[in-house]
Nanobody, 119 residues
């Protein structure tokens, strides 16, 4: 069973930056596609970003393109989300996710970390 633990959330002013980290354990990290979703209070869950197992491909939601960067260190079983130029509308709980190579959906979810951007 894969466990995902997020860290790095917090309170930041608009225009600032945060870096989220997600440490994985219990699985073969370098086989998984990793990603991030977020959910703001009262809103549906939203795809933020994903990165393939070898970092060859990255994907971003339209609302974060050009501001967020996903990366991973397979040697450390960790995926990162660098968030720049943060906006109040980025306020949400951010979830780390992992997908097995043959899965159509994300198989594992972390507990989430709160990001709050003040105006």
């Amino acid at each position: 069973q894969v466990q995902l633990v997020e860290s790095g959330g917090g309170l930041v002013q608009a225009g600032g930056s945060l870096r989220l980290s997600c440490a994985a354990s219990g699985g073969t990290f370098n086989r998984y596609t990793m990603g991030w979703f977020r959910q703001a209070s009262g809103k549906e869950r939203e795809f933020v970003s994903a990165i393939t197992s070898s970092s060859s491909n990255t994907y971003y939601g339209d609302s974060v393109k050009g501001r967020f960067t996903i990366s991973r260190e397979n040697a450390k079983n960790t995926v990162y989300l660098q968030m720049n130029s943060l906006k109040p509308e980025d306020t949400a709980v951010y979830y780390c996710v992992a997908k097995n190579p043959l899965s159509r959906q994300y198989d594992y979810w972390g507990q989430g970390t709160q990001v709050t951007v003040s105006s």
